[in-house]
């Protein structure tokens, strides 16, 4: 959902006692009896004005808005208002004194139920203590490419690992008597027209086959409704097989089909489209409420609403059963008899939570590689050490900088990786630091003396079409609000603009730019396209690279639209020239040293999607020439999720540490050193390239016009590279440790629930570790599955030498497959197969058996 738009504060109020006058308030009544007496106690105004968010700003008197979206509470009748929140790694939305826990991808990566769970209620206690009672989380979209902007707010390309830690975190939460949000249904998995495109900003529209939305984009959203009890789903902004998510009858339908009981609310401003068709779908509260500031109308306005009924579009039963569906989930979950005090400006911090923070992010790094046991780092056997890279220093990447994750300025100042590294290692190891690259955020600006007739031409379009409005020269393409704001007439709300230049290279050699803005940005020298920003939400920083001829005049055009974006028409085009200091540094400390340990990172963010999975700016290049000055060199990966690895074979070791939170730091130095022993695997297949995907055919991704077409079917993530044949980077579940782990003696046995698969995992090494046992299925041919699913796992911890025996349910859901002639989960005759190992390409133990006998 959007972010940063904080409507209302938490309506904080005392608890009623129930008397003969409020029924509806004995604890003792079942949460449905209680509804019903609640919606008939109310007037019509009081039931229209609970299906919009209202614009009630700070009522709680602390001058700080607890809430992003809010509905006021019916003070007669004892209802709170309800007061909703992000995020999905920490109390969002510019909050202060909250913590900034790993993205929720990092979480995947434990592949630990429990300890997902007990985040859950971490995250729904800061929520809580903050005054919000709604908790609009977890997100539990498929990452269907790993191209997608919100891959690290989701968990994982697996419907099974979704459902199942979906279903934890939203049992966390709600466990505290909070409402947890899962989100988005259904089928958003990409940003690009997420919003839409021109004036009516129509919206993707995800075209998928029946069987492939049963099997891997519904069953996290049924398993959070069935299993955890979800009391409000967000729909998404995106349209599914031609109908808005928010307005379409068949998959909002399945929710009730699942035995949903509560309420179905619109992601921010660009999913809700209508009044009739939504009521009668199933969308119970349109956020935030009222006319949008991109020209939509206000759908559920109580005049709207009214007007509608009158003309017997709507029916007084459809605004009872919307009601109804409101106060259900507040009923069962406690929000009516043990309302939140409310307290915005509260320290929800703890030393807890903060232990959890690192405890998350020590699990869910993944060691992808560790040749010659170049880790750990052991403390007192290490003469020297080089630490390399701007996010080994202040500039470390911990969370994404846009959406509703939790700030790094929010929380404060953060220890770096390379002070963390230097405690750990002790005062026998010598530490030194390269910063070797500039990084990931924008460059200094394109100074005025490198432009030659720097012409700018501004379109009263979003799509550089017609005359231009206005033509000027100007010096520099660095806005902190460009258009209007800065001094052009004539441009409407939604405009583009066009800048031509020329300039003559001062040096030979390889030059940096970067893009940073809101909207859609292209850069082109002689016209190549070296830099492009997706039309996109929010300012990031893109970055490319171009190799340019000393004294040799190359061309520059720098095209802009403004449609759509929700931040200010921020534009800069950055630059650095040739300058091989910064790596011949890194390179020098490398040789030095007995390990290189290089931190590179990205920043990518809800609101737009990676045109690419190569590591941003000249951070490629940094790593292969440390690799070749030190053949120790380790690779530590801040980054959203997969990317391509060109140097892989040049260096020794290579974690993953996605974005890891605050405890970054303390985290990563741990693992290096050995006072914690990796474990995470990876929740989502890191492809070879970006060519051989299973979303990676234009008409797939990002579509043509405005239609994304799931031809994949089912083969998404591992299922696609399995069934193709490809040998991705790294696959799906791979994770190694400083140990080994064995398996053995794998049995099948038949009960009354189904059946249960046991297999023994010993420590076969000489440190004690946690390993992550998988089962993974093989349904007959005629079937028509992929080779191979997941379908449990078990996380164990051994000391060497330990064993232990992981056992498996399947039921026989499990072992089915939707038939959509039948429209119905079949389980098909013959042979299945079940192998349980280390990850979905490593699985030693395999054994055949017929359901039927």
């Known amino acids: 959902m959007l972010s940063g738009i904080a409507l209302a504060s938490v309506w904080a109020m005392p608890a009623f006692a129930a008397g003969a006058d409020k029924p509806w308030l004995d604890a003792a009544r079942s949460p449905q009896e209680r509804a019903k007496l609640v919606v008939a106690a109310m007037t019509d105004d009081e039931k229209l004005r609970l299906l919009q968010g209202d614009t009630e700003l700070d ?94 707010e989701t968990l994982s390309e697996d419907p099974f690992l979704t459902a199942q830690l979906g279903t934890a975190i939203t049992a966390g939460i709600q466990s505290l008597g909070l409402i947890a949000t899962p989100k988005h249904f259904v089928a958003n998995n990409q940003e690009w027209l997420r919003l839409g495109d021109g004036p009516a900003y129509e919206a993707v529209d995800a075209v998928i086959p029946e069987r492939a939305l049963r099997e891997i984009y519904y069953p996290a959203f049924e398993a959070v409704v069935k299993t955890a009890k979800a009391g409000s789903i967000m729909c998404a902004y995106n349209r599914v097989n031609g109908h808005y998510a928010c307005e379409n009858p068949e998959t909002l339908g399945h929710l009730k089909d699942w035995g949903f009981d509560g309420f179905v609310v619109a992601d921010w401003y660009f999913a809700h489209r209508s009044t009739v068709a939504s009521v009668k779908s199933g969308l119970d509260i349109s956020m935030p409420g009222g006319v949008s500031p ?48 409310g307290n915005a400006t509260a320290d929800v911090r703890s030393p807890a939570h903060l232990i959890l923070s690192e405890m998350i992010a020590e699990e869910g790094t993944v060691l992808l590689r560790n040749e010659r046991g170049v880790l750990p780092l052991l403390p007192g056997k290490l003469a020297s050490v080089a630490v390399i890279g701007d996010d080994a220093g202040a500039n470390v990447q911990t969370s994404e900088r846009y959406g509703g994750f939790v700030k790094t300025e929010d929380v404060g100042t953060l220890k770096t990786p390379l002070d963390a590294i230097k405690a750990a290692l002790g005062p026998d190891t010598s530490v030194t630091y390269a910063r070797g690259t500039l990084g990931i955020l924008p460059l200094p600006a394109m100074p005025a003396a490198a432009f030659e007739d720097l012409t700018a031409s501004y379109y009263a379009s979003p799509d550089w079409k017609g005359k231009p409005v206005t033509v000027r020269k100007e010096a520099t393409i660095d806005y902190a609000e460009a258009g209007p704001k800065a001094g052009v007439t004539g441009l409407p709300a939604l405009w583009s603009a066009r800048w031509t230049a020329s300039f003559v290279p001062a040096k030979s050699g390889v030059y940096r730019f970067s893009l940073n803005g809101g909207g859609e940005i292209a850069l082109n020298i002689d016209g190549k396209r070296v830099a492009y920003v997706p039309k996109q939400s929010f300012r990031l920083a893109t970055h490319g690279t171009v190799q340019l001829e000393a004294g040799k005049r190359v061309s520059l055009e720098l095209a802009y639209s403004n449609a759509p974006t929700l931040s200010a028409n921020e534009l800069r085009l950055g630059w650095e020239a040739p300058d091989s200091t910064l790596i011949d540094e890194a390179v020098a400390a490398a040789k030095k040293a007995k390990v290189a340990v290089v931190f590179v990172a990205d920043h990518v963010s809800e609101g737009a999607d990676r045109t690419d999975l190569n590591l941003p700016g000249d951070q490629d290049a940094l790593i292969e020439a440390v690799a070749a000055a030190n053949p120790n060199t380790v690779v530590v990966l801040h980054t959203v999720g997969p990317v391509l690895m060109p140097w892989r074979d040049k260096v020794a070791g290579i974690l993953a540490a996605w974005y890891p939170g605050e405890q970054a730091a303390d985290s990563i130095a741990a693992l290096l050193t050995g006072k914690a022993n990796p474990s995470g695997k990876l929740p ?112 164990v911890s051994l000391q060497p030498g330990q064993s232990v025996t992981v056992e498996f349910p399947l039921d026989t859901r499990a072992l089915s497959y939707w038939d959509e002639t039948a429209k119905d989960w079949r389980m098909a005759r013959g042979t299945y197969r079940v192998q349980v190992g280390s990850s979905s390409r490593d699985l030693p133990l395999g054994k055949d058996f017929d359901p039927a006998r």
């Open 59 to 152: 009522a709680n008197g602390t001058g700080v808005n607890a809430c992003v979206g809010h509905i006021s509470g019916i003070a007669r009748l004892g209802l709170p208002g309800l007061c909703m929140g992000d995020g999905p790694a920490g109390v969002g939305n510019g909050m202060k004194g909250v913590t900034q826990f790993p993205a929720p991808i990092m979480g995947a990566a434990t592949f630990d139920r429990d300890l997902m769970e007990g985040y859950g209620k971490a995250l729904g206690a800061e929520h809580a203590g903050k005054g919000r009672n709604v908790v609009l989380a977890p997100t539990i979209n498929i990452i269907r490419t790993p191209k997608w902007g919100r891959a690290a």
């Open 294 to 341: 991109f020209g939509f109308a206000e759908f559920y306005g109580v005049k709207e609403l009214k007007a509608a009924r009158a003309e017997g579009e709507i029916t007084q039963a459809d605004i009872d059963g919307m009601v109804s569906r409101i106060v259900t989930p507040m009923l069962r979950l406690g929000l009516i008899d043990k309302p939140l005090p």
């Open 684 to 795: 989502v297949t890191f492809p070879a390239d970006d060519v051989n995907g299973p979303a990676d055919q234009l008409v797939r991704y990002p579509g043509i016009a405005t239609t994304a077409r799931y031809d994949e079917g089912i083969l998404v993530g591992y299922r696609w590279y399995d069934a193709k044949g490809i040998a991705p980077l790294y696959p799906f579940g791979h994770g190694l440790s400083y140990t080994t782990f064995g398996y053995d003696k794998l049995k099948v046995a038949r009960g009354k629930q189904g059946w249960t698969v046991t297999a023994k995992v010993s420590n076969t090494g000489k440190v004690a570790g946690d390993e992550v046992a998988q089962l993974y299925v093989s349904m007959p041919a005629a079937a028509g599955e992929p080779p191979r699913q997941l379908k449990g796992f078990a996380r």
